[in-house]
T-cell receptor
Framework: AQKVTQAQTEISVVEKEDVTLDCVYETRDTTYYLFWYKQPPSGELVFLIRRNSFDEQNEISGRYSWNFQKSTSSFNFTITASQVVDSAVYFCALSEYTGTASKLTFGTGTRLQVTL | DTAVSQTPKYLVTQMGNDKSIKCEQNLGHDTMYWYKQDSKKFLKIMFSYNNKELIINETVPNRFSPKSPDKAHLNLHINSLELGDSAVYFC???????????????????FGPGTRLLVL
């Protein structure tokens, strides 16, 4: 069975600090996808990034960067120079492809609180 | 333009009632999903439909019945509501991996705004 672990339940930082959210996953699949979603206080789920198991190249998008390491089954997410608007719950997710649909297994989420 | 929409946004009802939540996507996707987020924020898949056909049916009570009149709509009907059904229900959609030409985007699920259900 697939499993996603986000060991950090809550992180609090002061604005402009860098923060890394950890994600560790378990799967028997050789091909899989990993995702990060953001859930701000308003409640919607916002897709941030997708990474497939064959592409370990790290990615940077503005203040966001992702570090995918297959050897340690980790897909960590770093926010540089955090802002109050980054305050949200962040979910890491792993997909299991069933043939016609992908089923997402979510971690329990990390609540990030950015204060002034 | 709203990609994935759900109605209603809030639903407050009495135990034992029957209620429906509607979901529509205008992304042209073939696959739609229902997820449940409990009070501890844990998200779990309930159902998935591909082109109106049920693909994924997790261990969900029979009181929950999804219906897909066409591939742009996936509704969720709940009979005999119980206190434990209180949660946020999210609809999502994705492109069929095969239709996407094997493109990575076929794996990405886009979520609606959620329906907050409170059973009293």
């Amino acid at each position: 069975a697939q499993k996603v672990t986000q060991a950090q339940t809550e992180i609090s930082v002061v604005e402009k600090e860098d923060v890394t959210l950890d994600c560790v996953y378990e799967t028997r699949d050789t091909t899989y996808y990993l995702f990060w979603y953001k859930q701000p206080p308003s409640g919607e789920l916002v897709f941030l990034i997708r990474r497939n198991s064959f592409d370990e190249q790290n990615e940077i998008s503005g203040r966001y960067s992702w570090n995918f390491q297959k050897s340690t089954s980790s897909f960590n997410f770093t926010i540089t120079a955090s802002q109050v608007v980054d305050s949200a719950v962040y979910f890491c997710a792993l997909s299991e492809y069933t043939g016609t649909a992908s089923k997402l297994t979510f971690g329990t989420g990390t609540r990030l609180q950015v204060t002034l | 333009d709203t990609a994935v929409s759900q109605t209603p946004k809030y639903l407050v009802t009495q135990m034992g009632n029957d209620k429906s939540i509607k979901c529509e996507q205008n992304l042209g996707h073939d696959t739609m999903y229902w997820y449940k987020q409990d009070s501890k924020k844990f998200l779990k898949i309930m159902f998935s439909y591909n082109n109106k056909e049920l693909i994924i049916n997790e261990t969900v009570p029979n009181r929950f019945s999804p219906k897909s009149p066409d591939k742009a709509h996936l509704n969720l009907h709940i009979n005999s509501l119980e206190l434990g059904d209180s949660a946020v229900y999210f609809c999502a959609s994705s492109q069929d991996f095969r239709v996407a030409g094997g493109s990575h985007d076929g794996e990405t699920q886009y979520f609606g705004p959620g329906t907050r259900l409170l059973v009293l």
